[in-house]
């Protein structure tokens, strides 16, 4: 069986990196990356590609979406490009999935159009670009007049981060809009192994601070978190597995929880949570999310269901101040670190580029010590140069 990993300029995890490393796993590095930045890796080059992107038994993992457009090009295999796009067109994965939720309202608009869309003033909604990332450009509204407001809203956002997403990752040419469900958000990184079975290697909460938050702030997990879903998050893959014959294929899906219910919201292909969150379970659990996908291999969740740690273990992001002047300010990252009891592990993100500036690991018997990131104001740990 073929195996490949494409990595990008984007966040690198040193964890995906030594397992890559340590597996043989042959790798392409896009523009950008940096040679001091990459292990031992066995590296191909962009002339070997287009072989292990050829059509039969792959195994293909990316630690971005901007990955996406590169295969495309390379690939000449259309089995393959058909599953990528199924997966990054939340439009046409939520339709795939709809005569199981026949109520549910979902509409697809071009972004010159939004404006003239019609929707029933009495529902709440969620407004999302097609082809989205970490959150850009998702707006909750109720009514006409606050459709406009939501437009308006999300088309600048996605325009301001062109210059880090290209077109096949993020864009504003095409939008979603679906009713909001209440109820508790949850991630997935899992994959369907060479038997199609899917295989959950974690499952987190992902934490809002009120009912209008959309950002991807703080994710956490437990042994309890596992505990209460991992049947029903399994089914749930299993059902989308089987109505796409999906094998070797690698998903972080997001779904929200409804009267006990899976009520599906997207799925983003070939990666895991992206910007480190997959490594979560490694924390958390002693879990190698890329060595069980590239290996074939199942977590003992019946273990860490029955383990005596029963405390929680977060995933947080730390936001970018409002109006951050990058030219003149700094963050100050040693007194943020300061405020986390249990760190695990931190690492510093390019402020420039991106809305947040760091990714950071911790754990805590007392899951409000790690909600407090929610309501927390970031504006304090900004620095003049």
Not at 117 to 126: A, D
């Amino acid at each position: 069986m073929k195996k490949l990993a494409c990595l990008t300029d984007s966040y690198h995890s040193h964890y995906l990196l030594e397992t890559l490393a340590d597996l043989a796993i042959p790798v392409h590095i896009g523009p950008g990356v940096r040679a001091k930045d990459i292990p031992a890796l066995h590296i191909i080059s962009d002339e070997e590609v287009p072989e292990y992107l050829s059509c039969g038994e792959l195994k293909l993992y990316i630690n971005a979406e901007d990955s996406l457009s590169f295969i495309e090009e390379k690939s000449n295999c259309d089995e393959l490009k058909r599953r990528i796009a199924f997966f990054k067109d939340k439009y046409e994965f939520r339709l795939s999935l709809q005569d199981s939720f026949p109520d549910f309202f979902l509409k697809k608009v071009s972004g010159s159009q939004l404006m003239n869309l019609k929707v029933p003033e009495e529902r709440e909604f969620i407004l999302k670009p097609a082809l989205g990332f970490h959150s850009l450009g998702i707006r909750r509204f109720k009514g006409q007049a606050q459709l406009h407001k939501a437009a308006k809203e999300a088309l600048q956002e996605i325009q301001s981060f062109g210059h880090v997403f290209d077109a096949s990752v993020l864009s504003g040419d095409i939008f979603i809009v679906e009713d909001f469900i209440e109820g508790e958000e949850l991630a997935c990184d899992a994959f369907f192994n060479s038997m199609g079975r899917p295989i959950i290697n974690a499952i987190y909460s992902h934490a809002f601070a009120d009912s209008n938050d959309t950002r991807d702030l703080v994710y956490y997990t437990s042994s309890d978190t596992m505990s209460r879903y991992l049947d029903k998050m399994t089914a749930f893959l299993k059902l989308i597995g089987e109505k796409n014959k999906i094998r070797n294929f690698p998903i972080h899906i997001e779904v929200r929880i409804s009267n006990g219910a899976i009520i599906p919201i997207e799925a983003n292909p070939l990666r895991f949570g992206g910007f480190g969150l997959a490594d979560l379970a490694r924390h958390a659990f002693g879990v190698n999310s890329y060595r069980n996908y590239f290996m074939d291999e199942t977590p003992d969740w019946t273990a860490v269901i029955e383990r005596d740690d029963k405390a929680f273990y977060a995933f947080i992001v730390g936001q970018r101040p409002d109006n951050f002047n990058i030219e003149k300010e700094v963050v100050d990252h040693s007194s943020y670190r300061a405020t986390f009891t249990d760190l695990l592990e931190y690492v510093p993100i390019d402020v420039s580029r991106y809305r947040f500036f760091s990714t950071a690991f911790a754990r805590s018997e007392d899951l409000s010590d790690l909600l407090k990131y929610l309501h927390m104001d970031f504006g304090q740990f900004r620095r003049d140069m």
